[in-house]
C-alpha cells in the first residue's frame, strides 16, 4: 500500500506572504542584470601547487572529464560560499 500525501495549507512561501487565494503571483524573483554581472566577474590569478597536489587535481578531473583549473575554481567557488 502507498503512503498518502498530506498536503499543508502554506501561509508563506520563502519567508514571504502568498496572498489570498486566486490574487496574482509575485514574478521577480530573479536577480537584477547588474546582480548577475557581479557575480560572473573573474579575478585571474597564478598560483604555486606541489606536484602531489596537482597531480591529485589531474585525476579527479580526468574522472569527472574537466580540466583540473575548472576542477579547482569549484573548490574554490564552494569553499567561499560556505564561509559567507
Known sequence: MKRKIKYVDLDELNSE?????GSPVKL???P??????????????TISLPARSFRYYEREARRRRQSPAELMQRVLETHARVGD
Do not use: I, Y
Open 32 to 45: 537584477s542584470p547588474e546582480q548577475v554581472r557581479k557575480a560572473l566577474r573573474e579575478v585571474k590569478v
Open 17 to 21: 506572504r502568498l496572498g489570498l487565494p
Open 28 to 30: 521577480d524573483f530573479l
